[in-house]
């Protein structure tokens, strides 16, 4: 039996300041200080760029998804998961729900492993973020976070207001400090890779094979913005929400296209792609010494707590929602007298925990957990703009204010960037999503014979979703194992 207490509304409402508080932290995490490493990896300044339009183009499109449901679905509280289960049935509803939790589980982790890596600049025994010393404190973090979020929504998102600022700092003083020695001659050098022998001509095919391996890497950066949605129910108004994303959208932008590019004009690539994680860290090292390097470490620091902060409350929201309209069991929906939901943010600790402690089997334990974030959360994003598109379509459509035309479009061409990436990302990782989501089938089962015992588990449509995702899965695990 549920022993859920509902927190009056004044302590649990969110601002518009809240709001954009809370997707620029979700976002500006720990992955915009490895962006040097990450991007220079895979792609030369041109490609870079190019992935930046890419993933510009269609994330606006996603958020523009987000602003225009968030006007003409205003009951839908509870963003993704809802629009899911509204627009493809309750076990879609149910794969987004939990394809997004353990998304954010696996964002967690990855910020552990990037503080802990970080911390390793202090104290020489956190190497890779994933040693027994590294492990063992940020297990400790892990429960200390998990019980600063039980004070509730409102409270977690003043903290989160104040690392906010703290964490913008150290990004702006790097982008200043980076503009005071870039060098054109050397960002223009090499500027489409390997198009040719010299690197000056343009060649689409290689481009586009440099471009490709980053959108795990883009796509991970802006695992967030959805934030202000997940949160909506909490929001004084859904115009706010609206207003929050767009605004979080164009400054993470932003900053995400300097932090990235800039340092190609103070390093060759190749030179970038061996740094150490955090790479923010190692360029000012390595270019203006130690004083640089520490005031960004610190900044690691702050803004990866910050954003761990901000997923607990994030991961605590939507398995509640879900349990509330049956789709997750019952037992998620309970909350302390604060009206958070303690049992949600619980089982996501535990899991957090697992994994991390799993991470010491793992040679790069931050580029594991950021590809496995990124790849759960596309078909997230994919069923949201499919969701749109479907809208957009019927009949009764009462765009208020958004003509019909312009939600189609948006929708269409949200989808299409949500079905390149999964092409982008490659099979394997479709597959071990799958794999992931198969595991969880036992979960709503449950859901559903507590909710709705007199109906069949499955609809006709659903059974063939489920044997797809099945099949999917078990071919994802074979490839692991024999791969």
Not at 472 to 480: N, P, T
């Amino acid at each position: 039996m549920s022993t859920k207490t509902t927190a009056p509304a004044a302590a649990t409402s969110l601002g518009l300041i809240g709001l954009i508080g809370i997707i620029i932290s979700a976002m500006v995490g720990g992955g915009i200080f490895s962006l040097p490493h990450d991007m220079a990896a895979s792609a030369s300044p041109g490609a870079i760029l190019v992935a930046w339009v890419v993933t510009g183009v269609g994330m606006w499109f996603v958020v523009n998804t987000f602003r225009i449901l968030a006007d003409i679905k205003p009951n839908l509280t509870s963003g993704l998961y809802t629009y899911a289960e509204s627009g493809f049935g309750r076990f879609m509803g149910y794969l987004v729900a939990w394809g997004y939790w353990i998304c954010n589980c696996f964002a967690i982790v990855a910020y552990a492993v990037l503080a802990m890596s970080t911390l390793n600049s202090f104290f020489p025994v956190f190497e890779g973020g994933n040693t027994v010393a590294a492990i063992l404190v940020g297990s400790i973090i892990i429960w200390v976070i998990f019980a600063i979020t039980l004070v509730g929504p409102r409270g977690t998102s003043i903290i989160n207001l104040v690392a906010t600022v703290g964490k913008l700092i150290p990004i702006i003083m790097f982008i200043i400090l980076a503009v005071t020695v870039f060098k054109a001659s050397l960002f223009v050098r090499d500027f489409w890779g390997r198009s040719d022998a010299g690197g000056s001509g343009f060649d689409f095919g290689a481009v586009l094979s440099q471009v490709k391996p980053t959108m795990l890497v883009t796509l991970w950066v802006f695992i967030g913005i959805e934030g202000a949605v997940v949160v909506s129910r909490r929001a004084l108004s859904q115009s706010m929400v609206r207003q929050a994303t767009l605004i979080g959208f164009l400054v993470t932008l932003a900053l995400y296209i300097l932090v990235s590019a800039l340092p190609m004009g103070m390093f060759p690539g190749e030179h970038l792609a061996q740094m150490d994680n955090p790479s923010m860290a190692t360029v000012l090292l390595e270019q203006f010494g130690t004083w640089g390097s520490t005031i960004v470490s610190v900044g690691v620091l702050v803004s990866v707590l910050a954003s761990w902060l901000v997923w607990m409350m994030l991961l605590g929201e939507m398995p509640a929602a879900a349990a509330r309209n049956g789709t997750f069991p019952t037992i998620f929906a309970r909350e302390n007298r604060r009206g958070t939901p303690w049992v949600s943010l619980l089982a996501a600790a535990i899991v957090i925990q697992v994994v991390f402690i799993l991470t010491y089997f793992s040679q790069d334990a931050w580029s594991l957990m950021y590809s496995i974030c990124s790849v759960m959360a596309m078909p997230c994003y994919l069923l949201t703009t499919l969701y749109l598109f479907k809208v957009s379509r019927s009949r009764t459509y009462d765009g208020q204010g958004h003509s019909r035309r312009s939600a189609l479009i948006v929708g269409l061409l949200g989808s299409i960037y949500g079905v390149w990436l999964i092409y982008a990302a490659g099979l394997w990782l479709a597959m071990a999503a799958c794999l992931v989501y198969a595991v969880s089938v036992p979960l709503y089962i449950v859901a559903r014979r507590q909710n709705d015992p007199k109906n069949p588990v499955f609809a006709a449509y659903e059974w063939i979703v489920l044997i797809i995702v099945i099949a999917l899965g078990l071919a994802g695990l074979s490839y692991l194992i024999w791969a």
